[in-house]
């Protein structure tokens, strides 16, 4: 028939949100509306399943008359292009209803970068919190991989930065970071301009909610943790287990008596707890860091003996006589009698150190006898005489001490890391606050190409 020879020239109409777009209406066209085809639309996500797998890519079925065609550059966009299986099914995007072999261009890399688009514009609107590692850093932040995209995180949505004033530390913190993961909360979608930012601070709330839950579930007695001191006070330590503290009380921090755990320890310092108690309902937990170090009475006999000269420091006035301590958690009695004379007492205080010989030991009562009378001359003399060369060596010794843990917190002073870094967190914009507006264009030019 004439119909078949020729070629209506009738146009269709296509909507598109408010565009309409026209095309020739073909023999074929036609044929394909008959049979109950949908005709593909340029930039439409469809499913298909893979038919076969070529050299030049994948023909996928999309339900239309003409074979969908994959081609094997955009194939090469996917980590793992070749793991693709006859049968799959795979989301796709159309590129061109119709290429010059006639055949529908579609596009597998594309559709995975719109499946994640959508995911982005799902967890800003749920305000989730999202697990990113960071790829590289400029001056304006971080920029991290989401899916097949990527993000950038402002350095003003980064935690910590906001007390580094020097811009070269800012920039070394920014580079340290490269590699590591973080938790972020998407703060604005903008596909027109390519635009996908993040931030550590809006994360922080969220963060913190969800860790307590996490750690009241998990935590139990009997298990030994490690924290930061967030908190000193004169009757004990708080640390920050990450996301929720903890209480060292003072009789949990040593063995031996602390005055004032200030001279001891200092905020930020890491340690090592046990726990001993939870109490979920009330939210607080016991911790000991006493607990993890061996009790010195169970072994005091293998160190003390009847008749032996021992260095101690007073600890402790009573009526009766002078608690003396000859090492943390180790306490014996200078009994009044066993004084030199009464003037000693008066010349003894809390913190002086005195020369004492070892009379009695009774380990199972944790009590040892000590004597300032028994102390013979020539031992007193040598005591004396060795003071300042013992002095020098204590002093030596503490300072070594003091630097091991500044090298220690040097070395795990990790800012904007997943963990108790999010305690840090200065100030979390509210809900009011135009968090991207500080954003630089330049620096977050193509942060969302794949």
């Not at 005709?39 to 070529?54: A, F, K, T, V």
């Not at 580094?164 to 490269?178: D, K, N, P, T, W």
């Not at 602390?258 to 109490?279: F, S």
């Not at 061996?294 to 009847?306: F, H, L």
Request: net charge negative; with cysteine.
């Amino acid at each position: 028939m004439w119909c078949e020879e020729l070629e209506v020239e009738l146009e269709f109409e296509e909507r598109k949100g408010d565009v309409t777009e026209t095309e020739p209406l073909s023999m074929e066209n036609l044929e394909e509306g008959a049979l109950g085809f949908d005709e593909p639309r340029r930039g439409q996500l469809r499913e298909g399943i893979i038919m076969q797998q070529r050299e030049d890519g994948l023909v996928v079925d999309i339900g239309t008359k003409r074979d969908g065609i994959v081609p094997a550059a955009d194939l090469a966009y996917l980590s793992g292009g070749s793991d693709f299986q006859v049968g799959q099914t795979v989301p796709v995007i159309v590129v061109q209803p119709r290429n010059n072999d006639g055949n529908v261009e579609l596009s597998i890399s594309q559709a995975k970068q719109q499946e994640d688009w959508l995911k982005a514009e799902q967890m800003k609107n749920d305000e989730t919190v999202c697990e990113a590692t960071v790829l590289e850093s400029n001056r304006g932040g971080l920029t991290v991989e989401f899916g097949r995209l990527r993000g950038f995180v402002p350095m003003s949505q980064l935690i910590g930065f906001g007390r580094i004033r020097q811009a070269s530390e800012r920039y070394r913190r920014l580079g340290a970071l490269v590699g590591k993961k973080m938790l972020l909360k998407v703060i604005e979608v903008n596909r027109g301009r390519r635009r996908l930012i993040l931030s550590q601070q809006a994360a922080a709330k969220e963060w913190r909610t969800e860790r307590r839950r996490q750690l009241l579930e998990e935590l139990e007695s009997g298990q030994v943790r490690s924290g930061r001191l967030s908190q000193i006070t004169n009757f004990g330590l708080f640390v920050n287990l990450g996301g929720l503290d903890g209480l060292v009380h003072v009789s949990e921090l040593s063995w031996g008596r602390i005055e004032n755990p200030a001279d001891v320890y200092r905020v930020g310092q890491r340690v090592k707890v046990k726990v001993l108690n939870v109490d979920r309902d009330r939210q607080r937990i016991a911790l000991s860091i006493k607990a993890l170090i061996p009790d010195p009475w169970e072994t005091a006999t293998e160190r003390y003996v009847v008749g032996q000269l021992a260095e101690g420091k007073v600890s402790q006035m009573a009526d009766f006589g002078i608690f003396v301590e000859l090492e943390p958690g180790v306490e014996g009695l200078l009994h009044n009698s066993e004084l030199l004379a009464a003037e000693q007492r008066t010349e003894l205080t809390v913190g002086t150190e005195v020369l004492v010989k070892v009379i009695r030991i009774e380990s199972d009562r944790r009590r040892i006898g000590l004597s300032a009378r028994q102390v013979r001359r020539e031992e007193w003399e040598q005591w004396y005489a060795e003071a300042e060369s013992r002095a020098a060596a204590k002093a030596q010794a503490q300072q070594k001490s003091t630097e091991h843990v500044d090298a220690d917190l040097d070395e795990e002073d990790d800012f904007l890391v997943e963990g108790e870094v999010f305690e840090d967190v200065e100030e979390v914009p509210s809900d009011e606050t135009d968090v991207t507006a500080d954003v630089p264009e330049d620096a977050v030019e193509d942060s969302a190409e794949a």
